[in-house]
Each structure stands twice: as structure tokens, then as C-alpha cells.
């Protein structure tokens, strides 16, 4: 692809993309020559859900489909990550605006929207099959980095089986918009301080737990567990509704089942695709997910299991 000497490649993310800026428009380009689908007309498709629900995200400024780029509004590189970095002591402040942001984002109720080849894109439920799909990613990758093959088998049985445990434990129904990847690096902060959404081609219909434990429990950005807890319970606060007891199981399971995932999908980073800056992130992961097995009776056996084989990471 040849681009004016206005576009300058930017840092990329953990996906196939590559993204380029023109500052002079005000623009930037997507590239994606791979899964194209997802990362292209998807994503287009979800930022449109979410601008027709007043919630800032990137429009679409024109597309060539064909030679696999789209270009969209730039909003900007300061995300609320490097923000909660600059600002020690106004972390609760800022994360009490992401929370009314969640609450905005869960109230949509759109399903269906066209693209921009005009053809109709329903997002898909966020079902057992696709969570337990995402947290066989720790057994497909870390696994067999950690331990030696005789016991490869039979911990990927036992672990699958503790899984599908934990799922048929959720309480809520997925009815609700998530996001999926809801931390502090994809929420922008644009001219006018607001605060606006990127990355947005994997949200699905699904549990309304599961972008409050990404956002808490974030393995890119380490917090205090009283700041987790007055988060929680702000959210909680501004959902009075609710079901205190039954959400914060379905907050827990989703928390650690996501960070078992991100553990895998850091290992698959690193091996397969030469990322290897993912690894150090991954003790914190290991921290979470003990953290919040430890105050939940419903983990004790997927705990021993892991402490079993893991005992650097999980203790008794």
C-alpha cells in the first residue's frame, strides 16, 4: 500500500493491523490484510452501533475494501492510561467517569447495523462455547511451555472440566454489549475531554460482569486492591438493580477465566508471533486470578489444580 508522506506508521497492538497517521487530516489508516473481515468491516459496523448511541468512537472517513484499508477519524493518543499515570492521586475521579461511560455503553440495545458494503452485521452472543474456547487458550499456549508432557493431558482434562464447571455457574444472561477488551488503553481521550472508545470489532452480546472485571482487573495497569473495591462499588451504586450477591460470582469467574485467557493469548504472542514484551505482564495476570480464587469458594478446586502444577504463582 502506498500512502502520502502526510501518513506516519504509529505503534500497532497485539493484532495483525497497522495503523497510519495523517495529522494533517486528522485521520488514520487501518491496514489489514488479515482477518480483514473482523478488522476492517466489523469494526467499522461496531463504531457505527456506538456513535448512534452517542458514544465517541472513530466514523469512517472512506474505505478500500479491496486493497484491505479503511481510513477513520483520529481520536487523538492520549488514553486514560498514560492519564491515570500523569494523575496519582485522581485515579478514582477518572475511573468514575469510565464507569458512567460503561453504564452508557450497557444500556445499547442495537443489535443489527449495515456496513459499509451494505450488508447487514448482527453481533453475536457471547456464549459458554466461545468463553470456554477463549480460556483454552492457557492450555493450548502456556501449558505446554510450563509443564512436561505426561502431564500435559491430564492437566488439559482436569482444566477444561473445572472450566465448564464455572460456566454453568454464571447467573446473568448475555443481553447486554460488551466490549470484550474495556481497560485503559483503549479508552481515548479526545479534544474536548471526552472520552471515546477504540478497538472495537470483538464486542459481543454477552454478561454485563465481564467489561467491569477487564477494566478492574487489568493486567496493563496495576492498581490497588481498596481502588478495584471503591471502583466496584460505584458501579454497583450506579446499577442499583442488580443482584449484589450473583453479579459479583459472575464478575469473579469472568475476571479469572479472562486472565487464564490473556495468559495463553501473551504466551501465543511471544511464541508464535515474536512479541515477547507481553511476557512480563503476565505475573500480575497470575496475581489477579489468585486474588480473586482466594475470596471465592466456588474456584477451590481449579485452585489446586493450579497450585498443583503452578505453585510459583498460586499458593496455599
Do not use: C
Not at 461511560?101 to 457471547?126: A, G, H, M, T, V
Not at 505446554?144 to 472450566?163: A, Q, R, S, V
Amino acid at each position: 500500500m502506498k500512502l502520502s508522506k502526510d501518513f506516519k506508521k504509529i505503534k500497532g497492538d497485539a493484532s495483525f493491523r497497522k495503523f497510519y497517521r495523517n495529522t494533517k487530516k486528522n485521520s488514520i489508516i487501518v491496514f489489514a490484510n488479515i482477518e480483514k473481515i473482523k478488522n476492517l468491516l466489523i469494526y467499522d459496523a461496531i463504531n457505527k452501533i456506538l456513535i448512534k448511541n452517542n458514544i465517541i468512537a472513530p466514523k469512517l472517513l472512506s474505505q478500500n475494501y479491496k486493497k484491505n484499508y479503511i481510513e477513520i477519524q483520529d481520536l487523538g493518543n492520549k488514553t486514560i492510561y498514560q492519564t491515570l499515570i500523569k494523575n496519582k492521586k485522581n485515579h478514582y475521579f477518572i475511573l468514575k467517569k469510565v464507569i458512567n461511560l460503561l453504564n452508557k455503553i450497557q444500556r445499547i440495545k442495537d443489535k443489527k447495523i449495515k456496513n459499509f458494503k451494505n450488508e447487514f452485521y448482527k453481533i453475536k452472543d457471547y456464549n459458554n462455547k466461545i468463553l470456554l474456547n477463549e480460556t483454552k487458550l492457557f492450555s493450548d499456549w502456556y501449558v505446554p511451555k510450563k509443564l512436561d508432557k505426561n502431564n500435559i493431558k491430564i492437566f488439559n482434562n482436569k482444566f477444561n472440566k473445572e472450566i465448564k464447571f464455572l460456566l454453568l455457574k454464571l447467573n446473568f444472561r448475555n443481553n447486554t454489549f460488551v466490549h470484550r477488551d474495556f481497560h485503559v488503553s483503549n479508552l481515548i481521550i479526545n479534544s474536548k475531554n471526552q472520552i471515546g472508545l477504540i478497538d472495537n470489532q470483538d464486542a459481543l452480546i454477552g454478561n454485563r460482569a465481564y467489561d467491569l472485571a477487564s477494566l478492574i482487573d487489568d493486567v496493563r495497569y496495576k492498581t490497588s486492591d481498596s481502588l478495584k473495591k471503591k471502583v466496584y462499588s460505584y458501579y454497583l451504586k450506579t446499577n442499583k438493580k442488580i443482584a449484589a450477591d450473583k453479579f459479583k460470582n459472575d464478575f469473579d469467574i469472568l475476571s479469572v477465566l479472562r486472565n487464564l485467557k490473556i495468559i495463553g493469548i501473551f504466551m501465543r504472542l511471544a511464541e508464535r508471533d515474536k512479541k515477547r514484551k507481553y511476557l512480563k505482564l503476565i505475573p500480575y495476570a497470575w496475581k489477579m486470578i489468585e486474588s480473586r480464587m482466594s475470596k471465592n469458594k466456588i474456584f477451590d478446586n481449579l485452585k489446586l489444580l493450579l497450585e498443583s502444577n503452578f505453585p510459583k504463582f498460586i499458593t496455599k
